[in-house]
């Protein structure tokens, strides 16, 4: 069956530039999730979904970031003001739900989009 | 606030060699625990996961780890490694009350053929 897409699969911007990034999650996952990995880091938690609302944001890193799952399914990442800082290697997730329930919470990722602000 | 640790960064075996990759978490609480391995070039796939019961847990491609709550530790082993097993791997650890994970800083194994 179809896993996580996500799109771009690459983005180049300039600083201080606005970038949209796409989630769609497997068919049938209630709670998605974003996550920022840089370069040799272990991928870091930004904000997570159950359904439309945003469950848990306290990884988002300040105000410029922004995310919405307006019908519970896709969802989008939103960078506004780019810095170079924000180069990495964004990740999204879904499960089941988000909290388990033996194996319901179990995520699966995405390919990622790798952003390079310049 | 929830903490994960991986010992070793990188790690270089010969093929048929055993591996045990390190991983301790700071929660005293219930916990889930989960490996992840990136291939170079793919996105990250499940290995295998803890949520309760048997604190030995086999996963997928001959792994299995074992959760020691007094450790607060869920090292990865594999009796004879591959070089098809050369990737990266990742400890994480969430509550059954949240979904977010937090995730180690991962292990780069590197197996000589």
């Known amino acids: 069956g179809a896993g996580v897409s996500q799109t771009p699969s690459n983005k180049v911007t300039e600083k201080g530039k606005y970038v949209e990034l796409r989630c769609d999650p497997i068919?049938?996952?209630?709670?998605l999730y974003w996550y920022r990995q840089s370069l040799g880091q272990g991928p870091e938690f930004l904000i997570y979904?159950?359904?439309?609302?945003?469950?848990?944001d306290s990884g988002l890193p300040n105000d410029r970031f922004f995310a919405v799952r307006p019908e519970g399914s896709v969802s989008t990442l939103k960078i506004q003001r780019t810095e170079r800082g924000d180069s990495a290697v964004y990740l999204c997730a879904s499960s089941l739900r988000a909290t388990s329930g033996r194996g319901s919470g179990t995520q699966y990722f995405g390919p990622g989009t790798r952003l390079l602000v310049l | 606030a929830q903490s994960v640790s991986q010992h070793n960064h990188h790690v270089i075996l010969s093929e048929a060699a055993s591996l045990e990759l390190g991983c301790n978490y700071s929660y005293g609480g219930t916990v889930n625990l989960f490996w992840y391995v990136q291939y170079p070039g793919q996105h990250l796939q499940l290995l295998l996961k803890?949520?309760?019961?048997?604190?030995l847990v086999k996963g997928i491609k001959g792994f299995e780890a074992e959760f020691i709550k007094s450790k607060f530790s869920f090292n990865l082993r594999k009796p004879s490694v591959q070089w098809s097993d050369t990737a990266e791997y990742f400890c994480a650890v969430n509550t059954p009350n949240t979904g977010k994970l937090i995730f180690g800083q991962g292990t780069t194994l590197q197996v000589k053929p």
């Open positions: 803890y949520f309760s019961g048997d604190p």
């Open positions: 979904f159950q359904g439309t609302g945003a469950a848990d």
């Open positions: 068919s049938g996952h209630t709670a």
